[in-house]
């Protein structure tokens, strides 16, 4: 069974940063892209950017503007990101989420992902 569990979620102020977790199970995590999603309250997913399988090539959404960095330990099973400079748009509950398998092309649309976490809330605000 597929497991993903987000964490490092809080609340922060305009401008701060964040480190969030996801810490899968159930799969050969190093075969597969991974990716992050968020949802903002009264919006549909929001794809943020992923991560092909080793970790050597990454895709941001225009959203992220710089300011977000995904990363990947296949060692440890761990996905990451990594946002700074963060606006009071980027509120919204981000979700890991899994991939295609061994594939190239890094899915730019949050359907692209099959499986995703129970989400961890981010909160911008002063």
């Known amino acids: 069974e597929v497991q993903l569990v987000e964490s490092g979620g809080g609340l922060v102020q305009p401008g701060g940063s964040l480190r969030l977790s996801c810490a899968a199970s159930?799969?050969?995590?190093?075969?597969?892209?991974m990716g992050w999603v968020r949802q903002a309250p009264g919006k549909g997913p929001e794809w943020v950017g992923g991560?092909?399988?080793?970790?050597?090539?990454?895709f941001y959404a225009e959203l992220t503007e710089g300011r977000f960095v995904i990363s990947r330990d296949n060692a440890k099973n761990m996905l990451y990101l990594q946002m700074d400079k963060l606006k009071s748009e980027d509120t919204a509950v981000y979700y890991c989420a899994k991939g295609p398998f061994l594939s190239a092309d890094i899915p730019a649309r949050a359907d692209g992902y099959d499986s995703w976490g129970q989400g961890t809330q981010v909160t911008v605000s002063s």
């Open positions: 159930g799969f050969p995590f190093a075969d597969y892209i």
């Open positions: 991560i092909e399988w080793h970790g050597e090539h990454t």
